[in-house]
């Protein structure tokens, strides 16, 4: 395997053509890293590591020796919950700035709609009618952010700079606490974070222990008449628990980009809940030219031997 110096990798997508998407045909820049289709491998042993974006259920079985499996994005729950990929691969993820920027952005959109209105502020410009709502300083809204990763973190600033409180959950006390934010870490963090909240943002990753967080005991600590802006994966959300926080007015909406299942069926209710913003997925994608500089410098990595810098921690989930 080691014999040419050259690294080869598969692309493994069941919903795309990544190697057009991402600019991956490395070998044309006369780089030592090589992409291949499933369907262009002739030496299934020389593959080393994949490239991947929901693999089918069989999609590693033919490569016997894969060290490394790379989401192009920044969940990598799709592999870590895989059962083809070998408990030995290493799981690498994007850790793409762009990418934080535009989750940074969705979020402050849909608070913004909410806390300022927006909606009805249409419905009374379609009535022609001049209302204006009464409005309050951001520093008297506190927003609870769940999750500091890179997408977290963008989010708590942005929303910051425009002047809210932030309680931010995360694992641990961070490096680089960001002035005037209130960190809660460890035991019951998301609980503490989320006391009093009239905005709940949530960016985990999917973890065992994350899945089925966004429960009543959380929409419990909101403020009454709550926004939650569900922006991380549809397991996080305990659709019940969120129907019933609906119903009792302990949260008056939500916007939702992620989902159970995605598409979101046509016959599901939330299509049709005028107090929920649905979105595809969208609030944001990693950037390909910084997806194909991460995929070449972690192959590169594992051609000199290196841990990869941007693998995750396998039982920490991310
Ligand atoms: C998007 O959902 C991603 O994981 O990057």
Redesign the pocket.
């Known amino acids: 395997m080691e014999r040419t110096g050259i690294i080869s990798g598969v692309l493994l997508s069941s919903t795309m053509d990544l190697k057009s998407f991402y600019g991956l045909d490395f070998a044309e820049r006369g780089e030592k890293v090589r992409l291949l289709n499933p369907d262009e491998v002739t030496d299934h042993e020389e593959i080393r590591f994949a490239v991947c974006w929901l693999p089918d259920g069989d999609a590693f079985a033919p490569y016997p020796n894969l060290q490394m499996a790379m989401?192009i994005?920044?969940?990598v729950d799709a592999l870590l919950n895989h059962e083809g990929l070998h408990d030995e691969a290493m799981i690498c993820r994007?850790r793409d700035p762009h990418?934080a920027d535009l989750m940074a952005g969705y979020a402050v959109h849909e608070t913004l709609h909410f806390l300022r209105g927006f909606d009805r502020m249409k419905a009374s410009q379609e009535a022609r009618q001049w209302a204006p709502l009464p409005m309050q300083p951001p520093k008297h809204t506190r927003i609870a952010v769940l999750g500091n990763g890179t997408m977290g973190a963008a989010v708590t600033r942005a929303l910051a700079a425009v002047g809210f409180s932030l309680a931010v959950a995360c694992r641990n006390e961070p490096r680089e606490p960001l002035p005037g934010v209130t960190y809660f870490a460890g035991e019951n963090a998301p609980l503490r974070a989320a006391e009093g909240a009239a905005v709940l943002i949530n960016v985990l990753p999917l973890t065992p222990e994350t899945e089925n967080i966004l429960n009543a005991d959380l929409f419990d600590r909101l403020a009454e008449g709550a926004w939650l802006i569900q922006i991380g994966r549809g397991e996080h959300l305990h659709e019940a628990d969120f129907v019933e926080a609906l119903e009792s007015g302990r949260l008056s909406g939500a916007s939702l980009d992620?989902f159970r299942q995605e598409p979101l069926p046509e016959d599901h209710p939330f299509w049709g809940d005028g107090r929920l913003r649905i979105t595809p997925?969208i609030a944001?994608?990693?950037t390909p030219s910084v997806v194909a500089d991460q995929v070449l410098q972690s192959a590169r990595e594992l051609l000199s031997g290196e841990r990869p810098s941007l693998a995750i921690d396998r039982g920490r989930g991310y």
Do not use: E, L, P, R
Request: hydrophobic share 25%.
């Open positions: 989401s994005g920044a969940g994007v990418q992620v997925h944001s994608d990693s």
